[in-house]
T-cell receptor
Framework: ETGVTQTPRHLVMGMTNKKSLKCEQH?????MYWYKQSAKKPLELMFV???????ENNSVPSRFSPECPNSSHLFLHLHTLQPEDSALYLC???????????????FGPGTRLTVT | LAKTTQPISMDSYEGQEVNITCSHN???????ITWYQQFPSQGPRFIIQGYKTKVTNEVASLFIPADRKSSTLSLPRVSLSDTAVYYC????????????FGSGTQLTVLP
């Protein structure tokens, strides 16, 4: 248990569906992240939120839409996905100290997404 | 961004010490070196972080030479449960907070 929870753990959706992934962190951190991990590939950073503001968007297609209503919750809204979007989606949080120092990330268990 | 290079895989036997080396030739002055462990279908787990020389915690040691162009994660007396992928990351706390995970090293511990 890392203090970062993700729901659902598994999700199967059709290409025309709309669904959302939820992440919640109970660590008091101020930064949250979405990563994608496809089979036999490295983790790909998708989005970074710092103090609820999006600071990084790694050229992610618009069919993925993040939302960060507060520093404890992070959502990833999904619509009109493609089969190649099937992957493990991981959420992480950290305490970003800015220029004062680096930080470690705490990852959730992930959501295994299958797009049919 | 500092790119990292690690061996794709390593095998070891239970009880042995395992050393995994990561090359990061273009590491910047503000960059720190961090190692994560990942089991299948789970998120990565932080192992250790350092800036220079040697860092040790209850799980591992991290050795960083003076030029900081490489680092070595040392796992003492590995067990079967240490079989996982190990990632080396190099990043700074600057404005470009991109955290790039490479392909990692698949460590397989054999009985």
């Amino acid at each position: 248990e890392t203090g970062v929870t993700q729901t659902p753990r598994h999700l199967v959706m059709g290409m025309t569906n709309k669904k959302s992934l939820k992440c919640e962190q109970h660590l008091g951190h101020n930064a949250m992240y979405w990563y994608k991990q496809s089979a036999k590939k490295p983790l790909e950073l998708m989005f970074v939120y710092n103090f609820k503001e999006q600071t990084e968007n790694n050229s992610v297609p618009s069919r993925f839409s993040p939302e960060c209503p507060n520093s404890s919750h992070l959502f990833l809204h999904l619509h009109t996905l493609q089969p190649e979007d099937s992957a493990l989606y991981l959420c992480a949080s950290s305490q970003d100290r800015g220029l004062a120092g680096v930080y470690e990330q705490y990852f959730g268990p992930g959501t295994r997404l299958t797009v049919t | 961004l500092a790119k990292t290079t690690q061996p794709i895989s390593m095998d070891s036997y239970e009880g042995q010490e395992v050393n995994i080396t990561c090359s990061h030739n273009n590491i910047a002055t503000n960059d720190y070196i961090t190692w994560y462990q990942q089991f299948p279908s789970q998120g990565p787990r932080f192992i250790i972080q350092g800036y220079k020389t040697k860092v040790t915690n209850e799980v591992a040691s991290l050795f960083i030479p003076a030029d900081r162009k490489s680092s070595t994660l040392s796992l003492p007396r590995v067990s079967l449960s240490d079989t996982a992928v190990y990632y080396c990351l190099v990043f700074s706390s600057g404005s470009a907070r991109q955290l790039t995970f490479g392909s990692g090293t698949q460590l397989t511990v054999l009985p």
